[in-house]
Nanobody, 125 residues
């Protein structure tokens, strides 16, 4: 059983930056592909970044491409989401998730086996 704990959320002005961290425990971290999702009130949960188990492959949807960067440190069991040039529409609860797979980045929520509790990101205009 893997436990995921997110941190780093907060309130930031538009154009600012935040760095989200996800700490994993209770499992072998480097066998998991990782993802960051977000969910705004009244909207579906959506993927904002994904990274393969070795970190060699990443994915970003067009909505965040060029602004968000995902990275992982398997020695420290952490995955980071660096968010720059934040916009009010980035406001959401951000979740870290882990998928036990060696098959590259995972794009669907159903591919992920473990989820964190989320960290709130609020971007003011």
């Amino acid at each position: 059983q893997v436990q995921l704990v997110e941190s780093g959320g907060g309130l930031v002005q538009a154009g600012g930056s935040l760095r989200l961290s996800c700490a994993a425990s209770g499992g072998t971290f480097n066998v998991y592909a990782m993802g960051w999702f977000r969910q705004a009130p009244g909207k579906e949960r959506e993927l904002v970044a994904a990274i393969s188990w070795r970190g060699g492959s990443t994915y970003y949807p067009d909505s965040v491409k060029g602004r968000f960067t995902i990275s992982r440190d398997n020695a420290k069991n952490t995955v980071i989401l660096q968010m720059n040039s934040l916009k009010p529409e980035d406001t959401a609860l951000y979740y870290c998730a882990a998928a036990r797979t060696y098959t590259g980045v995972q794009l669907s929520t159903t591919s992920y086996d473990y989820w964190g509790q989320g960290t709130q990101v609020t971007v003011s205009s």
